[in-house]
């Protein structure tokens, strides 16, 4: 395979050993400061894709055994698990918010708004997957913001879609995440349609 073909194919998806010397080159180092060794970018990638596994960021040749990350896993670990300015999963959620703003624009679709309904408060519980009493704890901290998040419908609480939206990107950001993860593998199936290579490994033989 020449160079220019190799380069464009890692556009798309590059091998564990390229991804290494990618990192090298980049001078990306581990969360204590040392070079990351296959090992470290193995664990890593397993982790990466427990996180995503909808992604479909990782994959491995049948044939020689050899195993292979898309590009897009590559920024992924590059952005959020490598980086040591923020919080893991602050860091994926603005991942996530910039695939998706790449995404919107390449397909010229409009920006979705995740939060357009009203909940009750009883609802909360199920939407968030927690306990009443941590959904009680996360609308008191959300009142001393904004008291008009919650109001009162058909005699009972209801919290507005501008406060889902406050204790999604401020209680419950794994949520958020979920959120966003799922509307950027809807636009990605979008991209794959438009005719664009997404999870397309074309391995040497």
Not at 11 to 24: D, G, P, V
Not at 45 to 74: T, V
Not at 93 to 103: A, G, K, N, S
Not at 127 to 145: D, G, H, P, Q, S
Request: glycine residues 2%; aromatic residues 16%.
């Amino acid at each position: 395979m020449n160079t220019d073909t190799q380069r464009e194919l890692e556009k798309i998806f590059m091998s564990y050993h390229r991804a290494l010397e990618n990192f090298k080159l980049l001078n990306i180092k581990t969360r204590t400061n040392k070079n990351i060794n296959m090992k470290d970018l193995i664990d890593a990638i397993d982790i990466m894709n427990e996180k995503h596994p909808s992604c479909r960021w990782k994959c491995q040749n049948p044939d020689s055994r050899k195993h292979y990350i898309l590009a897009e896993g590559f920024y992924w670990l590059l952005d959020v698990y490598y980086q040591q300015e923020k919080p893991l999963i602050d860091a994926d959620i603005e991942f996530f918010i910039t695939r998706i703003q790449l995404y919107e624009e390449l397909l010229n679709v409009p920006t979705k708004d995740f939060f357009v309904d009203n909940m009750y408060v009883y609802e909360l519980d199920e939407y968030f997957k927690r306990k009443a009493e941590t959904i009680r704890k996360a609308i008191l901290k959300m009142l001393k913001v904004n008291k008009t998040y919650r109001f009162i419908d058909n005699g009972k609480y209801k919290i507005s879609k501008e406060g889902i939206k406050w204790l999604c990107k401020n209680c419950f950001k794994y949520k958020y995440l979920e959120l966003l993860e799922k509307y950027k593998m809807e636009l990605t199936e979008k991209y794959i349609e438009a005719g664009y290579p997404y999870d397309i490994f074309l391995f040497n033989k």
